[in-house]
């Protein structure tokens, strides 16, 4: 049998406004909150209640077959609650079905696990206590910050957390002959890895729409053959995995209705399930499905599932954003120590991790990826911006 997991990052950070040198000690506001409002109702209107309204009606539809799981940040949740509270109604009804699975994660997206493990765990704390309040769900799986992920990750979430299952990106130097088609344990065989199977989960998240792409236009028939393809070489009964994980926003805003994104998904589910041997899992179902003896990867060095090289250099490749970062995490310490509790909550919303995104200095096409997410003209904006923040948290600490 292969099971196929859906995973969408649902995601909204708090963007800084234009906060120039002559704004600190003003009590000028960071956040712009007149654009995370503006992003917000749009993506709510394009992506998320359109879609989420579809999944809804496919689950009822396939009664309870297809199943998806979602990790949602908190700074999402609060910006739902401020701005579309409709959006996180149609979220609960989703998670009401017993079809939808809900990760856990840092509650602001952070990069945390690289730089500090104590508020890294505050975080994902914050975020289990948080999907058991909006949703009553007590999370199993664990994703971290754009899928990064390291061995000493998996020691952390399990021995305090007690997750059982983590997703992370199919990292082709790690992975070498093994296929990500299998479920896997990490490096002290403790708990289950899943990889993601990036050809055919960017095909959809990224190559949907192109039109220079040979095999442009996906339909629906041709993608189910690939994954009925992908079946042939198992040969031992073993149940495989195909994880097919991205931003939700691919559904309406990055990939947008014109292109046809809604009909395929509209009709992948009943395809699919025309085939005895291909269906839908949570990830967290991996644990029961995994017949057979799972083989253990280490994974030494930290990998996500950004760019084209798969590290965390779409964050921490160029001295601004080490500079950013680095500077971050000392204030927090400062803050911490101080016991600010005003301060805490802005620091930390400081730390999401498309701060430093915006600050990526890179060319062609993955500086075409930054630059679309980014609200600002270049990365030396993002980082003076960004650099400005703090000096004015620095100033609010030592009144």
């Known amino acids: ?21 002559l704004d600190i000690g003003q009590g000028t506001p960071m956040f712009d909150d007149k654009l995370n409002s503006e992003v917000m109702k749009k993506v709510a209107q394009k992506c998320y209640l359109p879609t989420n309204a579809l999944l809804l009606k496919l689950i009822k539809e396939h009664e309870g077959r297809f199943k998806v799981a979602f990790s949602i940040t908190g700074t999402a949740i609060e910006q739902f609650k401020l701005y579309s509270p409709e959006t996180l109604d149609s979220f609960k009804a989703l998670v009401d079905t017993g079809c939808v699975e809900i990760l856990g994660e840092t509650y602001y997206h952070s990069l945390a696990f690289m730089y500090d493990s104590n508020e890294f765990l505050d975080q994902v704390h ?32 399990f021995e305090i957390e007690g997750f059982k299952t983590i997703l992370t990106e199919g990292v082709d130097r790690i992975l070498q002959w093994r296929s990500p088609l299998y479920s896997y344990k990490n490096y002290s065989k403790r708990i289950n890895l899943l990889l993601k199977y990036y050809q055919l989960a960017d095909d959809i998240a990224f190559r949907f729409s192109n039109r220079d792409w040979p095999e442009y236009p996906l339909t629906v028939n041709k993608f ?23 931003d939700y926003e691919t559904f309406g805003e990055h990939q947008w209705a014109e292109s046809g994104i809604f009909d395929f998904m509209r009709h992948f589910p009943g395809e699919v399930l025309k085939n005895d041997h291909l269906g839908f899992a949570h990830p967290k179902d991996a644990t029961s499905l995994s ?11 930290a990998v996500s599932w950004a760019d084209e090289e798969r590290d965390l250099s779409a964050w921490l490749e160029n001295d601004m954003q080490r500079n950013a970062i680095e500077t971050l995490y000392e204030l927090l310490e400062k803050i911490k120590a101080k016991g600010d509790e005003k301060l805490l909550p802005l620091a930390r919303m400081l730390s999401t991790s498309d701060h430093f995104y915006y600050m ?40």
């Open 360 to 399: 990526c200095s890179k060319y062609f096409q993955d500086g075409d990826v930054h630059k679309y997410f980014s609200p600002y003209d270049s990365p030396d904006q993002a980082y003076i911006y960004f650099i400005n923040a703090l000096a004015e948290m620095e100033e609010k600490l030592l009144r």
């Open 224 to 246: 189910v053959s690939w994954i009925d393809k992908l079946t042939l070489n198992e040969t031992k009964g073993r149940n495989q995995f195909l994880n097919l994980f991205m």
């Open 126 to 157: 914050m975020h289990r206590d948080l999907m058991m309040k909006e949703f009553s769900y007590h999370t199993e799986t664990f994703r971290n910050t754009e899928l990064i992920y390291q061995d000493r990750l998996s020691d952390l979430i």
């Open 291 to 301: 017949n057979y003896q799972q083989e253990s990867i280490s994974f030494p060095e």
């Open 1 to 21: 049998m292969l099971n196929i997991i859906f995973y969408f990052q649902v995601h909204q950070p708090y963007r800084l406004r234009h906060y120039n040198v």
